[in-house]
């Protein structure tokens, strides 16, 4: 198993919004990222508000390195990638975001950043020239424009997703095991003969329900638990209704 | 092919802010949703800068639906999922956004709806319990809290995703077709006599560096074009260093 790569390194170009960085930062942090590079942010930095946007990932902040031009921000990285909404007119490799994460996956060893535009205007074609390939996000024509903070979330979703990260911070565990086939059985024996002596089932079609109810039964998946529990609460209304045979 | 399931319904329990509400109408919007019903939205609806938070996406915020509680807000609904952050105590199956919309795509004809939680402390046990099971999202450990708008962006491009929808605004077609091995060799061919004659190969290594260099012209994969403008390329930087063999 090949060494892991590095996580992709977050390039902000010219951002201009505290709240879009601050939520970059806690977008990254969420999926762990945690190199950001910001491009001569608009209208000076720190920024005013942009802690309080980050939720906690002020982290990310504190090591965010500033640089003034995009050349110098990717001087030392061995793969760019620029994420544009648009065609730009130009000879450039295309990829969706899972594409471009697995293949950053594949780069042991290599340190990738992922180049994001102003919010108003993106990058310019200069810019995404110097990146050696695009990525686009496959949102609905109807609305494509995404803000700058959600295209890092899906950036730092899909990395993680990629490099077999993605593990679930919980599972749906079954706290008891499968009931076994004779469990189930007698259960269903049980609930027909409640249901026989209640007279429940029309006598017509008593096989085909029974049946159909044995279906619903099975498609709960029980559990050894889950069969001792619905036991008791036939036993119980059984009891209720002053059904001798209940026990 | 079966028709292609519904786009999931979006519900928020008891959203506080406008600005989450906002950046989730845009969210939905980016991944062609546009079905929100929201539950009993503290503080009042509509809110003040709830549109202006939506960026555009104001059809979702004018076609929401509130509703005074959860059981009201998926009556009509054939299958629920809630989102939460937390293992809940409960038997509940649990599942990845990716499996979870997936199996959405799976239910045509079924309205499916995705329950998202107050910003501060998520869904009740008893909310969790109403729905079909849960999904969580695969984030860091270290920071687990996603943004409310931010969860809703990844299931809407999760669904996209598997639903087949996922078609990029474009592609990096080439605009040429692959050059063709003649041209291509053609091409070494130039090059390597303009570098002899420039005297640039060192005489023990020539062979080598000029292979290595084929290989650099390889992993372009040149178009047709390209190597048109390689070669003028080579042809006018000959001519200007007075070549008379450069034709």
Redesign the interface.
């Known amino acids: 198993m090949p060494p892991p790569s590095a996580a992709p390194v977050v390039i902000l170009v010219e951002p201009q919004l505290a709240e879009n960085i601050g ?1 970059t930062a ?2 990254m ?4 990222l945690s190199e950001l590079r910001l491009v001569a942010p608009k209208n000076g930095w720190p920024k005013k508000g942009v802690r309080e946007a980050a ?3 002020t982290h990310v902040l504190d090591g965010a390195a500033i640089y003034a031009t995009v050349p110098e921000a990717i001087a030392d990285l061995h793969r760019v990638l620029a994420t544009t ?3 730009r007119g130009q ?4 990829f ?1 975001p ?1 594409e471009a994460m697995a293949d950053v996956g594949a780069r042991a060893g290599q340190r990738v950043g992922i180049l994001f535009g102003r919010e108003r205007v993106g990058l310019t074609n200069e810019e995404v020239s110097l990146a050696d ?2 990525i ?12 700058l ?2 295209a890092v ?2 950036v730092g ?1 899909e990395w ?2 990629t490099a077999g ?8 565990e ?2 008891s095991p499968p009931a076994t086939r004779e469990a189930l059985l007698s259960l269903f024996a049980s609930l027909e003969e409640a249901l026989d002596d209640a007279g429940f089932y029309p006598p017509e079609k008593r096989d085909v329900i029974a049946r159909n109810m044995r279906d619903m039964l099975h498609r709960m998946a029980m ?1 050894e638990q889950d069969v001792r529990t619905f036991r008791g609460a036939l036993r119980t209304l059984r009891r209720k209704r002053g059904d001798p045979a209940a026990s």
Request: charged share 20%.
């Open positions: 939520m806690r977008a942090a969420n999926f762990g939720s906690g990932a909404a648009r065609e000879m450039k490799r295309v969706a899972d390939a695009i686009t996000f496959p949102v609905s024509p109807d609305f494509p424009s995404l803000n903070a959600q979330l899906l979703y993680r997703r990260l993605a593990r679930l911070p919980f599972t749906g079954m706290l559990t």
